[in-house]
């Protein structure tokens, strides 16, 4: 059974950092991303990264920020986030997929984790 898991969530204030984990388990995926959604917001694409050569794409609005890595050994993704902003308060979704080429559309990914909880306090 695949299943991603989420952890690392959790509040902190305006120029903080926060890890975020991924674990997934049941097989390997050749892209894992994360995405996240703020209160009565649409899911945004965050970063994605792709298991060969570790190629990554970020969103805009997190480059400079976060880095995203993975862990091919034990099928873990992170997101290091720095410099955090109110405006990144949302939950955070680790996805995973094959074959995707367009990173920041939503349905290219097959899996999704259950979501972890990322507050940033002003």
């Known amino acids: 059974q695949v299943q991603l898991v989420e952890s690392g969530g959790g509040l902190v204030q305006t120029g903080g950092s926060l890890r975020l984990s991924c674990a997934a388990s049941g097989r390997t995926f050749s892209t894992m991303g994360w995405f996240r959604q703020a209160p009565g917001k649409e899911r945004e694409f965050v970063v994605a990264?792709?298991?060969?050569?570790?190629?990554?794409y970020y969103a805009d609005s997190v480059k400079g920020r976060f880095t995203i890595s993975r862990d091919n050994d034990k099928n873990m993704v992170y997101l290091q986030m720095n410099s955090l902003k109110p405006e990144d308060t949302a939950v955070y979704y680790c996805?995973?997929?094959?074959?995707?080429?367009?990173?920041?559309?939503?349905?290219?990914?097959?899996?999704w984790g259950q979501g972890t909880q990322v507050t940033v306090s002003s």
């Open positions: 990264i792709w298991r060969s050569l570790g190629t990554t």
């Open positions: 996805a995973a997929g094959d074959g995707v080429i367009i990173a920041a559309q939503s349905r290219r990914y097959t899996y």
